[in-house]
């Protein structure tokens, strides 16, 4: 199915451990996006990709890195995870005119 | 920086009553897009406006943008339970066409 992939769906991490949320689509979108999601404050964008090669920071970036592999995959690392890194991560892409095309997310915690 | 806010945050109705949630922008918009969000799951796009004082319906929905370009409606008339859920505007930032800010959503509750 034509769309936006992204693994894992759930993840639990202890407070400094690693872990990279991968990011997939098959719609031939230039642009990618990574969103974080927390309760009440809607979705805040943490970094970019507007085309393959390049990516920019968002609002908020701090303790995130990320990876533009290739035009179809799109991968955020937290290297050192934090508890308040805990939140829902939606990867995103999309075509003009069309509007964004989000993955299912991934709801991760950190203990 | 650019601003989008929403308004309400919450939302409960009786199912059969409508239901409006506005959308307001520091900034003037391009264009204007609105997301549906269910309980559990991811955005989903609904609907973009691009010209001042343009109106779209998709059956019950009816989206409005401004006469200047830095407001936005959603009314759903007759709300029937399946319209629960979070209902987003975002617009494009002044900087970058294609990176949207998002206001924090109107949450629908629908009491059967």
């Known amino acids: 199915n034509a769309g936006v992939t992204q693994t894992p769906k759930f993840q639990v991490l202890k407070t400094g451990q690693s872990m990279t949320l991968q990011c997939a689509q098959d719609?031939?979108?230039?642009?990618m996006y990574w969103y974080r999601q927390d309760p009440g404050m809607g979705l805040r964008l943490i970094y970019y990709s507007a085309s393959e090669g390049t990516t920019d920071k968002g609002e908020v970036p701090n303790g995130y890195n990320v990876s533009r592999l290739n035009k179809r995959e799109f991968s955020l690392r937290l290297e050192s995870a934090a508890p308040s890194q805990t939140s829902v991560y939606f990867c995103a892409s999309d075509r003009i005119n069309y509007g964004y095309t989000f993955g299912s997310g991934t709801r991760l915690t950190v203990v | 920086g650019q601003q989008v806010m929403q308004i309400p945050q919450y939302q409960h109705v009786q199912e059969g009553e409508d239901f409006t949630t506005y959308c307001n922008s520091s900034?003037?918009?391009?264009?204007i897009q609105w997301y549906k969000q269910r309980p559990g799951g991811h955005p989903v796009f609904l609907i973009q406006l691009v010209k001042s004082g343009e109106v779209k319906k998709q059956k019950r929905l009816t989206f409005q943008f401004g006469e200047a370009k830095k407001n936005s409606s959603l009314h759903i008339t007759a709300t029937q339970t399946t319209d629960v859920g979070t209902y987003f505007c975002a617009g494009p930032e002044e900087t970058s066409g294609s990176r949207l800010t998002f206001g924090e959503g109107t949450q629908l509750t629908v009491n059967p």
């Open positions: 719609m031939n979108h230039n642009s």
């Open positions: 900034t003037t918009l391009s264009n």
